[in-house]
């Protein structure tokens, strides 16, 4: 979703996954879930990420699960929004079932998302989405939200 939503916009894309340490890689893949402190190096590299590429807009995808996350993300960025991707756990187990058996890299398997739901503190200040809708219902609704909070 977050690829298709740079495509459209012509933004870059990063894939928050990409910038894991490969000690919390290997973690997540054995099924152990990141504290919030694994996460802050993690978070500190993201930030970088989106100050270098903010000016020419750019979608970041991750798991930003708690306020001080995306406070850490948001800092000193200007117009920066979220969207919060969210839907019945097992659906989304599912889907990363399926991921899994596809080859797609993904840090975090369908064993993680009951800890990553434990952690998550639901962000008010988000556009709130539910994943059962096709992507690029999604993708359009974002497009939609977006130029209304630039009207």
């Known amino acids: 979703i977050a690829a298709l939503l740079a495509g459209r916009l012509g933004w870059d894309f990063v894939e928050g996954d990409d910038f894991h340490a ?3 890689l290997a973690a997540m893949a054995a099924g152990v879930p ?10 500190r590299r993201l930030h970088h990420e989106l100050q270098q590429r903010a000016p ?9 699960l708690t306020a001080h996350s995306r406070g ?12 919060w991707l969210a839907g019945d756990p ?3 187990e599912q889907r990363l079932r399926t991921r899994t058996r596809t080859g797609s890299d993904n ?8 800890s990553q739901l434990d952690t998550l503190e639901p962000p008010t200040d988000a556009l709130r989405l539910d994943v059962a809708a096709s992507p690029i219902e999604l993708v359009d ?6 130029a209304e909070e630039h009207a």
């Open 90 to 92: 097992a659906l989304i």
């Open 107 to 114: 840090a975090v398997g369908p064993e993680l998302v009951p």
């Open 141 to 146: 609704r974002i497009v939609d939200w977006l």
């Open 56 to 64: 020419g807009g750019v979608v970041l995808a991750c798991s930003a």
């Open 34 to 43: 990141m504290t919030e402190a694994d996460r802050q190096p993690w978070l």
């Open 72 to 83: 850490v993300l948001a800092d000193g960025i200007d117009d920066l929004r979220f969207v």
């Open 22 to 24: 490969p000690s919390d």
